[in-house]
């Protein structure tokens, strides 16, 4: 099945300096790559994704890499605000029509945001 | 509107009780699910069901079983319950096929 490394698992950055997280997966099947945000207290949220026919995607201040060769992506977070104090998850799947539950998880990255 | 709800937010207990956690979801997804967050805060999936299919995790003890009474919820019973169930519980759903989960904010399980 696949496996999803996901690192560092802490990681604190000022306020204003970007953040970068990065994961790695196994199966070289899987084409569809989520990132999720969960605040205190809450459940995660998508923030970004990205399929494998597409080496990066930008929304504002966050994007997602994807290297297919090496298979591994990244989520990468500029001008980084108090709001962005999270833990995010990256995840791996074998794309639409397999379900959610096809999704492999990373461990989670806590991201602390210092003022 | 909450589009998925669980209830109860916090629930504890002793240990050999019977409990359950309610879930529902107004998106109109056809698919739902169960997770467990442990202290680590590492997400594990335990259940998947649709109206015509239900999906175990192959790993989560018999103790544990999902119970969804039409296609909007799906409730998750936990009997003779231990020292290790305590963790966060997370209800989501999503459309049929679709990789992407809305997840609902979680039930707190602890069991003394």
């Known amino acids: 099945g696949e496996n999803v490394e996901q690192h560092p698992s802490t990681l604190s950055v000022q306020e204003g300096d970007s953040a970068v997280i990065k994961c790695t997966y196994s199966d070289s099947a899987s084409n569809y790559f989520p990132w999720y945000k969960q605040e205190l207290g809450k459940g995660p949220q998508l923030i970004i994704d990205?399929?494998?026919?597409?080496g990066e995607k930008k929304d504002q201040r966050i994007a997602v890499t994807l290297n297919k060769t090496a298979k591994h992506f990244s989520l990468h977070i500029t001008e980084t605000q108090p709001e962005d104090s999270a833990v995010y998850f990256c995840?791996?799947?074998?794309?639409?029509?397999?379900?959610?539950?096809?999704?492999?998880f990373g461990k989670g990255t806590h991201l602390i945001i210092q003022p | 509107d909450t589009a998925v709800s669980q209830t109860p937010k916090y629930l504890v207990t002793q240990m050999g009780n019977d409990k359950s956690i309610k879930c529902e979801q107004n998106?109109?997804?056809?698919?739902m699910y169960w997770y467990k967050q442990d202290s680590k805060k590492f997400l594990k999936i335990m259940f998947s069901?649709?109206?015509?299919?239900?999906?175990i995790n192959e790993t989560v003890p018999n103790r544990f079983s999902p119970k969804s009474p039409d296609k909007a919820h799906l409730n998750l019973h936990i009997n003779s319950l231990e020292l290790g169930d305590s963790a966060v519980y997370f209800c989501?759903?999503?459309?049929?096929?679709?990789?992407?989960?809305?997840f609902g904010a979680g039930s707190r399980l602890t069991v003394l």
């Open positions: 995840a791996a799947s074998k794309g639409s029509g397999g379900g959610a539950d096809g999704l492999t």
């Open positions: 990205i399929r494998s026919n597409v």
């Open positions: 989501a759903s999503s459309l049929p096929g679709a990789n992407v989960l809305t």
């Open positions: 069901y649709n109206n015509k299919e239900l999906i």
């Open positions: 998106l109109g997804h056809d698919t």
